[in-house]
């Protein structure tokens, strides 16, 4: 299986930081990850897929990159409605597997 | 506007099965997406269960694929998850999801763009 390491696991911002979140492949998912924000106790919302396509109705302060082993996501300025946790996801194998997830707190 | 509601029992005994229910509405099962099941534990995180399509095809993670089900009723617009012979281990918020059927020819699974908002299904007698 592959396996998806996220860092850091805790990320204290402040609004209006730059913040990037790190997601780690144990081996080639060439640009097949996508990016999830989860509020508790709620479902997880689509912000990016294929490393780097911003999905639709995600504001562009969210941004993707990487391909192979290394991905990022990129908040450009943190506002107070993005205080949540942040999971990466790879779809090149056949069942998927996700990040352990980064918390976005103040 | 898509949306997706779980629906089913929050309570199973353990030995009994787990069934539950996806209600789609805003968009026609029948137009081309995967239709599926996801859950979420503070242990193991987010684990993919299993897609349908509206054909009836199916794809099962490995892990749960003895005892999973999953099923589409395509005149209710709506898809369905059976877990048989349940334990604690299967205690879980689960989600319905929607994801794209078009993928590279190198990559076997996909992106999760709708969600329901999840039902939490605990195991206990």
């Known amino acids: 299986d592959i396996q998806m390491t996220q860092s850091p696991s805790t990320l204290s911002a402040s609004v209006g930081d730059r913040v990037t979140i790190t997601c780690r492949a144990s081996q080639s998912v060439s640009t097949w990850v996508a990016w999830y924000q989860q509020k508790p106790e709620k479902a997880p919302k689509l912000l990016i897929y294929k490393a780097s396509s911003l999905e639709r109705g995600v504001p562009p302060r969210f941004s993707g990159s990487g391909s192979g082993t290394e991905f990022t996501l990129t908040i450009s300025s943190l506002q107070p409605d993005d205080f949540a946790t942040y999971y990466c996801q790879e779809y090149k194998s056949y069942s998927s597997t996700f990040g352990q997830g980064t918390k976005v707190d103040i | ?125």
């Open chain 2, 1 to 125: 506007q898509v949306q997706l509601q779980e629906s089913g029992p929050q309570l199973v005994k353990p030995s009994e099965t787990l069934s539950l229910t996806c209600a789609v509405s805003g968009f026609s099962i029948t137009s081309g997406f995967y239709w599926g099941w996801m859950r979420q534990t503070p242990g193991k995180g987010l684990e993919w269960i299993g897609r349908v399509y509206h054909s009836g095809r199916t794809s099962y993670t490995p892990s749960l694929n003895s005892r999973l089900g999953i099923s589409v009723d395509t005149s209710k617009n709506q898809f369905s998850l059976r877990l048989t012979s349940v334990t604690a281990a299967d205690s879980a918020l689960y989600f319905c999801t929607r994801s794209p059927t078009s993928c590279g020819p190198d990559c076997y699974s996909y992106y999760f763009d709708y969600w329901g908002p999840g039902i939490r299904v605990t195991v206990s007698s």
